[in-house]
């Protein structure tokens, strides 16, 4: 599985995610000023999970009706890429076609 981390999350997270193995880009890189709709259409495609800690892309699935690989939501407390990143790898490969929100003690999967 292929992820596009969000430009919100910082490049230790994408670090992180690389040295796990995941195939992992960072929105940085791509552009520093993409919008939204513009990470959104690369992760598609590229077919990547996208994510984010921006409900944003919420909206663009969910009232815009923009495809989507997939989303990971991080709604944490924790603002520590380790921490961050802990809570998030429970779901990275159940992230398909779901849109993940990921809290401390708690994770809600909706599927596209």
Do not use: C, H, W
């Not at 910082?10 to 940085?28: C, E, H, P, S, W």
């Amino acid at each position: 599985m292929k992820f596009l981390v969000d430009a919100n999350l910082g490049r230790k997270f994408v670090n992180l995610m690389q040295k796990a193995g995941y195939d992992t880009i960072f929105a940085k890189d791509l552009s520093p000023l993409s919008t939204d709709e513009e990470i959104l259409a690369k992760a598609n495609v590229e077919e990547r999970v996208i994510i984010t800690n921006d409900k944003d892309f919420g909206e663009l699935v969910f009232r815009s009706g923009k495809a989507a690989r997939g989303v990971i939501l991080l709604r944490t407390i924790a603002t520590g890429s380790v921490e961050r990143f802990e809570l998030a790898k429970g779901v990275l490969d159940k992230s398909k076609s779901k849109f993940i929100v990921v809290e401390e003690g708690r994770v809600r999967i909706r599927p596209l």
